[in-house]
């Protein structure tokens, strides 16, 4: 996939192109029902797939007092969508000045002068430009004067839940991470580097490793049945996210005990694929009953784990620690 930064890199227009826009914050299956349809139109000219999103999320600028925990890093979502086999992903930087384009010069602009759209597709409720006065009906009135055609793409959903990324963010947030899978397509992950931390878990038995993220969406406080990939190996954990409130911490930490496995970690990066909750957070009277309640976490947590994978690709196959460890890109 090549990706463009700005809109001044797209030297000349692109051909015969198949072009959606929009934020795809989680790049969920609605978002990947759409990156379908794109590929299939851009197929039938002998074109190509654009994709036209914009760095940093638009509500990160326009709704700054209100706060917005994005499900997927720039990194994470650039990953997914070259895993749903786009040809090209065009990244603009959005600020203020950027947020005051009518809608209608965005098209001319970007859409019409720079790519050369020929077929546009969009989401059912997506709206941009000043005033979020680009919509359907507005698009489809400059399509039959610039020469393109737009299809608006109905909701998709499991018949209860229509998949959004408010959907995921509402679920993840509640720490239903089973249910956030079901709308992603694959498991909710989060990747970080592991650095030191308070140590306590070694003294009990069941030393941890703190995992520092740049993720803006983290699960709410509790224990969580986990797979790993460090490296190319994929192991199994018990994670714990919250304060450590026997301990009496005021800051959150996401731990990770990892099952049958005794190496130093510090420094390396690590990503947590977050199968299933077990448990809410809970202050325990004393270090003994933490510790038996850590311990009877573990047994659950291999008996969840034992048959599970973590699933992280379009297709929805399995993930492959070993197929780009470096960035934790499906395959």
């Known amino acids: 996939m090549v990706i463009y930064r700005s809109i001044s890199e797209i030297r000349e227009k692109l051909r015969h192109p198949a072009v959606t826009i929009g934020n795809f914050d989680g790049v969920h299956l609605g978002h990947r029902e759409i990156f379908r349809r794109v590929r299939e139109l851009a197929r039938e000219t002998g074109g190509v797939s654009v994709v036209v999103t914009f760095v940093p999320h638009p509500l990160k600028v326009v709704s700054a007092h209100r ?50 759209v020929e077929r546009l597709v969009i989401g059912y409720d997506y709206a941009f430009g000043r005033g979020r006065e680009g919509d359907v009906g507005l698009l489809r009135d400059l399509g039959k004067r610039f020469g393109y055609t737009v299809e608006e793409l109905q909701p998709i959903s499991d018949g ?8 995921v963010r509402r679920m993840v947030s509640a720490g239903d991470v089973a249910g956030a899978s079901l709308v992603l397509g ?10 030191h931390g308070h140590e306590r878990g070694r003294g009990l038995g069941f030393p941890t490793a703190n995992i520092e993220t740049e993720k803006d969406l983290i699960p709410s406080a509790g224990v969580y049945a986990v797979k790993v990939c460090l490296g190319e190996q ?10 450590n409130p026997t301990f009496g911490n005021a800051r959150l ?15 390396r990066e690590i990503t947590l694929f977050f199968i299933e909750r077990l448990r809410g957070e809970k202050r325990f009277a004393g270090l003994g009953e933490l510790k038996d309640a850590i311990a009877a976490d573990v047994v659950r947590c291999r008996e969840i784990l034992k048959d599970a994978r973590p699933v992280e690709s379009e297709s929805g196959g399995d993930w492959d620690c070993a197929a780009r460890p470096e960035t934790g890109r499906p395959v």
């Open 234 to 243: 994929l192991l199994d954990g018990a994670c714990n996210i919250g304060a």
């Open 253 to 267: 930490s996401i731990e990770v005990f990892l099952l049958d496995f005794d190496e130093d970690l510090y420094g």
């Open 160 to 167: 209860s839940t229509v998949y959004s990324s408010t959907a």
């Open 67 to 116: 706060e917005v925990r994005l499900i997927t890093t720039s990194r994470e979502k650039e990953a997914l969508i070259e895993g749903s086999g786009i040809d090209y992903l065009l990244e603009i930087p959005f600020d203020r000045a950027f947020a005051a384009v009518p809608a209608a010069e965005f098209v001319e602009r970007v859409l019409v002068d720079a790519i050369g």
């Open 186 to 195: 694959r498991h909710f992950a989060i990747t970080g580097k592991v650095v």
